[in-house]
């Protein structure tokens, strides 16, 4: 653990001298996740991707403004969550039709703050799937992040359908010991819908 606090301190002086590796440090850090709270707005998963990158590089050009690394992550957070609530109100003025109307209202402070939450639930997840053994890090990322199934997973990988079930029985047993309990309720419905 206290390598990974290391790594993310060098990370922060880096990204505060405005190095490269800094920026690049961040942007896989917090790329992903930023993009699944951004679509839990926007609903349209490439509008989340461009609105991720750019309000990356806008954290980017106010680096100086952050007194201190653990205020990375909220500034990123509010610069997502503010040009969210922009292409709601764009798309909204736009909308030609009522059903297509989105209510920017609707997004309150509440909203905010339980995507929050499942994002970084979400986060947990994805983390704890990473320290998985290889094999059953990649059956999970296929059948959780990218949404295969088990037979689509068996022939990508070139495996029996028993050897993906396996591989992934043997990662929920490990991934109950490394999440917490609101983790493990996502990884339960998501099983359990699979």
């Known amino acids: 653990m206290r390598i ?15 190095q490269e590796e800094g920026f690049t ?9 930023l993009c699944f709270f951004a679509n839990r707005f926007v609903k349209d ?11 990356l590089l806008k ?11 653990a205020a990375l992550k909220s500034y990123c957070y509010t610069a997502v969550r503010n040009a969210c609530l922009r292409w709601l109100e764009v798309q909204q003025r736009g ?23 499942q994002t970084e639930v979400i986060e947990e ?10 094999q059953s890090s990649m059956v999970f990322t296929k059948l959780y992040i990218e949404g295969k199934t088990v037979a689509e997973t068996a022939q990508e990988m070139k495996l029996a359908v028993s050897t993906i079930k396996s591989h992934k029985k043997n ?5 109950r010991s490394m999440i917490s309990p609101a983790a493990l309720l996502i990884l339960v419905i998501a099983v359990q819908g699979s």
């Open 171 to 175: 990662g929920i047993t490990l991934l």
């Open 95 to 117: 909308a030609e039709q009522e059903r297509s109307w989105i209510q920017v209202e609707e997004v309150t402070e509440a909203c905010v703050l339980e995507n929050i939450i």
């Open 45 to 55: 998963k490439e509008a989340a991707e461009d609105i991720v990158s750019e309000s």
């Open 125 to 134: 997840l994805y983390t704890a799937i990473k320290k998985l053994p290889p």
């Open 25 to 33: 440090f961040f942007v896989k850090h917090y790329y992903a996740f």
């Open 59 to 69: 954290v980017w050009e106010k680096r100086n403004d952050l007194e201190h690394g």
């Open 4 to 18: 990974i606090n290391n790594d993310i301190a060098l990370a922060w002086q880096s990204f505060q001298r405005g």
